[in-house]
């Protein structure tokens, strides 16, 4: 994923002088995972920005640069850090277009490491994804996989909005599949249906996809047939993709690594209670983070998510 993620900047760069990238040592250093690593040789100065220490600084530098006409894309350097910049990407660059009537947009990427997994210290493994989703005039989006990594942050680059882009760190370099070198755009706000199946529906999205499709695969050997699907986008919710599966197989259990209480597995609980209750065979189930501030590196495996969790809780819906 970074290599994809790399990639995708290198193009957007050379096919747009708009652009401009933004961040804490993601120039000389190439950030903190070498997401952007040899970027500032190639471009420029100007181009790719190292900044000071100052989140807060760096998202509202990027909101006066879209206002006027660039593109910026700003990484902070992990998703415990975007707090400091929480009232500009809340009280401004979400709402210009409504503030001007459409007069002005404001297109510019946050980039931001998320999620745990790698033995991390305080505010470096947070999963807020449902705080940002609840702002309107925000767009989240969080790949799973190198593939769609690129074409979800190509596909940014061209949004009229603001975008907040997490991507699971957890996946960084766990995951390698084939890109194709030419680009190419991934649609946000939409689904992706990563394994069909008639028995239940496992929903999730980032670093939790890989589990999850690991989990309906050893299901599989037993006698499950589970369909799963990659949310990809969390706002705007592609819902229609998610009741259809659920309409079809009955059961459904949505996997993430935040918190349980106000996860967004809660909202996608309750579109699919709104449209598919006559359809259900089982209650729904998540199968999520604990109610705690994530724990350090000695129980952080405790804390997320797992193969045995996710199917331990599609047995008991199975056996409902």
């Known amino acids: 994923m970074v290599e994809a993620l790399n990639n995708a900047l290198d193009q957007a760069l050379a096919r747009d002088k708009r652009i401009i990238l933004l961040g804490e040592d993601i120039g000389k250093d190439g950030g903190v995972f070498r997401v952007t690593d040899g970027l500032q040789k190639k471009h420029g100065t100007d181009r790719v920005v190292d900044t000071p220490l100052s989140e807060s600084g760096i998202v509202g530098a990027s909101i006066g640069l879209a206002i006027n006409g660039m593109r910026p894309i700003a990484e902070l350097q992990f998703d415990g850090f975007v707090p400091p910049a929480w009232d500009q990407l809340v009280s401004h660059a979400s709402r210009f277009r409504n503030r001007s009537r459409g007069r002005f947009t404001c297109p510019m990427i946050v980039r931001a490491p998320y999620g745990g997994g790698i ?4 505010h470096h493994a947070e999963s807020m994804e449902a705080a940002y989703a609840h702002v309107q005039g925000l767009t989240v989006v969080i790949p799973s996989n190198p593939l769609n990594a690129k074409g979800l ?3 940014a680059t ?13 996946v960084y370099r766990a995951i390698k599949m084939d890109v194709p070198e030419e680009p190419y755009e991934t649609p946000i706000g939409v689904c992706s ?3 069909t ?3 239940i529906t496992l929903i ?4 939790m996809m890989k589990d999850t499709l690991e989990s309906a695969n050893k299901l599989a050997e037993n006698g499950v047939n589970a369909e799963v699907i990659d949310v990809r986008t969390i706002q705007p919710l592609d819902e229609n993709t998610i009741i259809e599966s659920v309409r079809k197989t009955g059961r459904a259990i949505i996997v993430h ?3 349980r209480s106000g996860g967004w597995g809660a909202e996608i609980t309750a579109r699919i209670q709104e449209h598919c209750l006559l359809q259900l065979k089982a209650p729904i189930q998540r199968v999520t983070g604990f109610d705690v501030p994530f724990p350090y590196f000695k129980l952080e495996f405790d804390y997320l998510p797992s193969v045995e969790r996710i199917i331990a809780a599609v047995d008991e819906t199975m056996r409902f």
């Not at 033995?119 to 305080?122: I, M, T, W």
């Not at 061209?158 to 957890?170: G, H, L, R, S, T």
């Not at 999730?204 to 670093?207: I, T, V």
């Open 119 to 122: 033995r991390a210290l305080e």
């Open 153 to 155: 942050l190509l596909a």
């Open 158 to 170: 061209k949004y009229p909005d603001p975008v907040v882009f997490f991507e699971p760190k957890k």
């Open 193 to 195: 249906i990563e394994r």
């Open 197 to 199: 199946g008639t028995d």
């Open 204 to 207: 999730s999205w980032g670093a």
């Open 257 to 259: 690594e935040a918190p």
